[in-house]
């Protein structure tokens, strides 16, 4: 393998932005009038916010809660793309960067930066527009390669291009999911023949729509790929029949929901689902006016956030993190808000909290005790949830005890799940 290039990253000043509200909604904005675009947004395992871009030569900047730091890519040659930046943590606090249209990838350990690119690496593109890092640690890129901190791995496209506005989406069970296009159109013209990449335990497989393959033909934005409480795995996109979600069913895409009222944007660059289903898609309403869109249980509920108000004319990354707060990133804004989220959880999710995922499970002094659990093997996940559907932790599950942390008395949603099992889901009593 070719030797990477290590940098020092420059920090170009503190923020101390104070959380200054809109008249409405109680949104916060987190930029400043001289920002520029931001593309996305990460937390880390830490708690800590990184959000990509911003300021003029600005590369990302890290929210520790209280003040925003901001660090520029002076000397690396590499600049944000805004429609390619893309942001991934992995499970030791490093930061991974994508620009997009140059650059390669760039990590930081929160001390350097360090640049790979296709003079100093095993990269097979500088122009890598989406990346994401799966639970060993692997970071996987758009152009269809993934890299594991030593060696670099090339997987054949055959007919697909995963350049551009493309997304790749790490699912719970460690699945890796790409999504590209045959043929590419204008940005607001008709974008063909989707296809989507499959990385399952080693195997691959790849869908595509002149197959047959049921995919959202877009005709603005991008593909987007999120993942329900159960596993499900989502593919949504703007098409000439309203915003359409498809759904994996094992084997194949199958239509989940559609939103074809006269009041849906003309693109979506952003999709997440918070820790009780709710289902957030976000891009552009018009030239003037961004929107996020919200399924819950059917329903659809349409948000319009004027740029005349402060908001991004455009969001580019929507994300809601481990305090249940939502952030939009876009064209010179980056806000978030605290909201109370409903419960989408369905109803085969909430008829098996009662089904046990251990037979004796207690809790007592920062420790989870897990006896007789069929489905406790090697690299097991365990997500508890309070009342609220707000993720209080996440920890892998290797031994009988599982250190939670003071959890604060009350009722508690357990999901415990792993490769090639079913999510199963159990109630937490703590007195």
């Avoid at 290590?6 to 170009?12: R, V």
């Avoid at 390619?84 to 991974?96: E, M, P």
């Avoid at 890299?147 to 791995?153: A, P």
């Avoid at 029949?241 to 194949?252: A, C, P």
Wanted: proline share 3%.
């Amino acid at each position: 393998m070719k030797s990477s290039l290590t940098l020092t990253l420059a920090i170009l000043f503190a923020l101390p932005f104070a959380f200054s509200q809109s008249a409405s909604d109680n949104w916060v904005f987190h930029n400043s009038p001289n920002d520029g675009w931001f593309g996305a947004i990460a937390e880390s395992p830490d708690g800590r916010i990184f959000a990509g871009g911003g300021l003029p030569n600005s590369f990302f900047r890290v929210y520790d809660g209280n003040t925003w730091t901001n660090y520029t890519q002076a000397g690396t040659g590499v600049n944000f793309y805004f429609f390619g930046r893309d942001l991934a943590v992995d499970n030791n606090n490093v930061l991974w960067i994508s620009p997009g249209n140059q650059g390669g990838i760039t990590s930081w350990d929160g001390t350097t930066l360090t640049n790979y690119s296709t003079a100093n690496s095993g990269i097979n593109s500088n122009s890598v527009f989406g990346l994401a890092v799966d639970h060993d640690n692997t970071v996987w890129l758009t152009s269809m390669q993934s890299f594991d901190g030593t060696d670099w791995t090339s997987f054949s496209t055959n007919f697909c291009n995963f350049g551009g506005r493309r997304s790749v989406f790490v699912a719970d069970d460690n699945d890796i999911w790409i999504s590209g296009v045959y043929s590419v159109g204008i940005e607001t013209g008709i974008i063909t023949q989707p296809c989507v990449y499959r990385i399952s335990n080693g195997t691959s497989s790849s869908f595509h729509v002149n197959n047959g393959d049921n995919l959202p033909e877009l005709s603005g934005g991008q593909h987007l790929i999120a993942e329900l409480a159960d596993g499900t795995v989502l593919i949504a996109g703007k098409t000439t029949t309203g915003l359409v979600i498809n759904k994996f069913d094992g084997s194949g895409w199958v239509h989940y929901a559609t939103y074809n009222g006269s009041d849906v944007g003309d693109a979506f660059w952003g999709i997440c689902v918070d820790h009780s289903d709710n289902i957030f898609i976000a891009g552009r309403k018009n030239a003037t006016t961004s929107q996020i869109v919200k399924l819950c249980n059917g329903e659809w509920t349409v948000y319009d956030l004027p740029e005349a108000d402060g908001f991004p004319n455009a969001i580019f990354d929507i994300f809601v993190d481990s305090q249940s707060r939502l952030w939009i990133a876009g064209d010179k804004a980056l806000c978030s808000l605290e909201y109370i989220a409903s419960n989408c959880l369905t109803t085969d999710i909430q008829d098996n909290i009662q089904s046990p995922v251990c037979e004796k499970m207690w809790y007592d002094q920062g420790y989870l005790h897990l006896e007789d659990c069929p489905s406790l093997i090697s690299g097991a996940q365990i997500k508890v949830y309070d009342t609220s559907g707000r993720l209080v932790v996440q920890q892998s599950v290797s031994e009988s005890s599982v250190y939670l942390g003071r959890l604060n008395k009350g009722i508690y949603f357990v999901q415990l799940y792993a490769a090639d099992l079913p999510v199963q889901f159990s109630k937490l009593y703590v007195n």
